[in-house]
């Protein structure tokens, strides 16, 4: 398991975040994301053999958003 | 970029109400009017319906019901207004929300990236992350350690001030426990492994920022409690007069001038106005909504090292052992020392210079990390460094010098030993000087309704005690981690206290995000602190804290008067309507006036 935290630029609306978060839930091997509004951040843990960040960045480029800078999650 | 589809959608809905008015008196004026309170309606009626779904009642919902009932009364101007007026205001707000998110992102721009790991007799680099635990890590001047661990071998001094807030930097070597994010300034370290990627301290320290930002609950603007039950009671009058009268002019009418400008301007106005007082007093106040936190402040926690004092380490006394004096004693120092990038051999040199001792020439010379600089002269040789320095070098004290020494340290000072030719020559002691503005603010804090002020510094228990007691600060916690940091004042927060907290290092950032209200130094502070702050304190002046409490209280006082006036005449339009002595155009021209009222009351807080 994987965990990350990718940060999100011009997230600025609280339900683009809330869909975010639905759309990258159903990714197959996520097993959880949450998107923190206040800090602008989605926040994942997921399977590394069978989802790659490069397919979590695909989603979210979908939804317009874009990534600043991932790091280590906790 | 979506932050700038607001301004997009101001300046498109401007320029067509813009272009309304010069064709006044034309047919195209009430389309052009139309559209232009669509477009800037649009995005306000997404928010009423995202607020409807909440079950709030917003003033999106107002704005939204008023402006459809405008344009079916053919009031187009008005729905055109309003509607503008309040896309503008929350443009302005999405500005202050990207702020705050830079903080963290400033934070993970500083973690340490690459470790150089030893295996065998190769050295390889690899991201940060990727190091695992038990494994040896090699720092050089200028590496970011990369990992909490134990030192193995070498010696260096690291610059810890992201951990700990202090200036000075830490002299390590083997046995050494080290933490991520620390800098070296030189020497050579050779690192065990113990805490790697997630689990590092720094990494926990972004966490802890993140975790502060997410749970400071969203402060609720006045404006925002205000129309949970204005909005409500304004759509449920002009329903029930429908009704009741069966007239849908009236209902109609009621419900537009039920929704007036100025209660949409009555906020922005003044909090724009105030922080621009603000801001020329050198006090950056990051948005509208957290004035009212900042008037209602009733405790202060400081930080010690670059807040309460200069964060710029000064030469503060200078005592010559036998045979020397002052000016010779000073002399040796800035000999030895006139090489050095050494932390400690900035403030001797400035000191010299201040005083015109001019060092002399020296021919070689060197320094040993962690211990001091060693220079040969014609004099002979001069030691300039730590008690351990002089003993590896084989230099005794005497007792009286021992006695001289332990008193500099009880007043806190950093101590510089010098010695000429395997003797000691005198001592000088280095300490970081206390804003000279600081007493008198804590006074003015008091004045401005702070009942209690408490000191959260990462520095050693004497020397925070030393400044707290000179500055007449109630309490003093000292030690602390940034971590520590936070649990103090969510401690506080927890006994009913409104927390106002002073800062400017990277290890204040988590503190200053849980705080009710973040205050960060803005000249001398790091980004990380300042980007965290609700309050930015341009040029450092610590006497603005006080008045930056006392404005917001102005501007908060202005805001309830604006929004007052505006539902007072509101209701005595309102009762006007309801009894047919108020029609639509004499209304709205009683409308448009309080607009300007409410306008000028707020102009008054740009004045001091």
Redesign the interface.
Known sequence: MK?Q?I?LA?L????CGGKLEQATAKLPGMKSARV?F????LHVEYDEAQLTEAQIRTVIKQH?LDV??T???? | MMRHRKLIVVAAAGALAGAAWMLKGSPAYDVLMTLAAVIAGFPIARLAWDGLRNRAFTIPLLVTVAALGAIWIRETWEAAAVTLLYVLGSYLEDLTLERTRAALRSLIDLRPRTARIKRGDDLVEVAADEVAAGETVVVRPGDRVPVDGQVTAGRAALDTAALTGEPLPAEVGPGDRVLSGSVSQGGYLEVLAERVGADTTFSRLIYLVAEAQEQKPKVQRFLDRFAQWYTPTVIATAVALFLFTRDVELALTFLVIGCPGALVVAAPVAVVAGLGNAARRGILIKGGERLERIGKVDLVTLDKTGTLTQGRPQVTSVVPFGGHDTTSLLTLAATAEQRSEHHLAAAILTYAKELGVAPSPVGEWRLDPGLGAVALTERGEILVGNRRHLTANGVALAPAEEAVIAAAEARGETIALVALGGRPAGLLGISDPVRPEARAMLGALRRAGVRRTVMLTGDHAAAARQVATALGIDEVRAGLSPADKVAAVRELQARGHVVAMIGDGINDAPALATADVAIAMGGSGTQAAIEVADVTLMSDRLERVPEAIALSRRIMAVVRQNVALAVAVVLLLLAGVVTRRVFLSGGMLVHEASVIIVILNGMRLLRS
């Open positions: 965990r935290m940060m011009n600025t609306c609280p339900s923190a206040g800090t602008g951040a317009g600043t800078m790091m280590a999650g906790k």
